[in-house]
């Protein structure tokens, strides 16, 4: 068995220029994003193993919130998510999955989670 690991992103809010309805497009709206990606891994880290044995976590909330971009409305938040899924891809050839989790939180009107999960291995 080989190890697996996991690097993640929980509930990081960013206002995204997304929806379909008229009340929605021209003004961001605020999305709540939890991203895990697994990568390839080395048989050990050690104390002084350096971080390009990994990958910098920050680059996670830089897909999620730089790399969309302030000018491009996304239709869908699927679109949202496939794009932080192929920015994390292109970044890093150890990334192996990734699973984004997008709740639209405009929608919540009794505390509910109403959004989507994407997860796409790299093909």
Partial sequence: MSDTLYLELTD????????????????????????????????????????????????????????????????LIEAVADHVCDTLFTQDDRVEEISVKIIKLALTEANEKIGITLTRQRR
């Fill in 12 to 75: 990081f809010e960013h206002d995204v220029l997304t929806g379909i309805y008229s009340e929605e497009t021209g003004k961001p709206q605020p999305l709540r994003f939890t991203v895990r990606v697994q990568l390839k891994v080395p048989a050990h880290y050690t104390p002084d193993t350096p971080l390009s044995a990994s990958k910098n976590y920050m680059d996670l909330k830089f897909a999620c919130s730089e790399a969309l971009g302030t000018d491009t409305h996304f239709t």
